[in-house]
């Protein structure tokens, strides 16, 4: 129950279903971004970036930043509000050995992901996609009509990642665990 309840704003379900998830629109590549996360029922994106500190160094104790970009609206970027950081869209860090960091959503642990500098030199989020770990580019989750706000009727979340090795773009659809 309490993983349900955890899914809360993650999956919020506001209004009327928006278009296929090929009609959302592709956020603009930064040297920050890591990966980007879409739901329908609208077009506004939440990104999670690098935080770097002024001298252009990996800031420890806080290296993702995730914020809006309001498609939906005027195109802008905006922070997350309290509740979205705390209790749906924002991202726990804990830094393990040689500077690398466990990443997973604050309502969703049962997926984690890996922030660590690869092998060409740059920082990536690494995930588990069809049983292997490659570069994590987005997440988009599906949310059927039904439920509630704390407790969405999600059908699944697709994750889009590169091999590391090959280049090659791979997808999966993973149903959420309750």
């Known amino acids: 129950m309490l993983h349900k309840k955890g899914l809360l704003a993650l999956f ?3 209004g009327v279903l928006a278009a296929a998830q090929e009609s959302f629109p592709t956020p603009p590549a930064t040297n920050e971004q890591l990966f980007y996360l879409q739901r329908n029922p609208n077009t506004n994106t939440i990104m999670c970036d690098l935080r770097l500190e002024e001298n252009g160094e990996l800031d420890k104790d806080n290296p993702v930043h995730v914020y809006w970009i309001r498609y ?19 991202v726990k860090t804990k ?3 040689d500077g690398k ?3 997973n959503f604050v309502s969703y642990s049962r997926y984690p992901m890996f922030l660590t500098r690869a092998a060409d030199g740059k920082y990536h989020v690494f995930a588990t996609v069809n049983e292997k770990m490659v570069i994590l ?6 949310i059927n009509k039904g439920g509630t706000f704390w407790s969405p009727n999600i059908e699944y979340f697709e994750v889009k990642g590169t ?16």
């Open 101 to 103: 960091y466990k990443l």
């Open 12 to 14: 919020i379900c506001w």
């Open 137 to 142: 580019k987005s997440i988009f989750i599906k």
């Open 72 to 90: 939906a609206e005027k195109g802008q970027k905006e922070e997350l509000s309290f509740i979205q950081r705390k209790f749906a869209y924002g």
């Open 163 to 178: 091999d590391p090795a090959t280049g090659t773009e791979v997808v999966e659809r993973k149903k959420v665990l309750k």
């Open 95 to 97: 830094r393990l050995e």
